[in-house]
């Protein structure tokens, strides 16, 4: 089932795979290097324009995030 703990997995999953840190994410961001761990723990909410930006900066589509898991690993090796 997908909810945002989920997302915020995915989300450390693909930033961790491209070699980011959390500080360079957090920064590009234009948030605390706290807040953006808070948001992988996924005890921050996500709002629809921070989930964007984040997919963004992953360069990744904000749809490849919502992926099954199998799919996963063909949206983070583009």
Do not use: C, H
């Not at 997908?2 to 995915?10: H, M």
């Amino acid at each position: 089932m997908l909810n945002e703990k989920v997302i915020a997995q995915r989300i450390r999953e693909i930033r961790e795979s491209k070699n980011y840190s959390q500080f360079y994410v957090a920064y590009k961001l234009k948030i605390s290097q706290n807040t953006f761990s808070k948001i992988e723990l996924g005890y921050v909410k996500l709002t629809l324009d921070r989930f964007i930006k984040i997919a963004s900066v992953l360069e990744i589509s904000p749809s490849d995030l919502l992926m099954a898991d199998d799919n996963m690993e063909k949206a983070v090796a583009v």
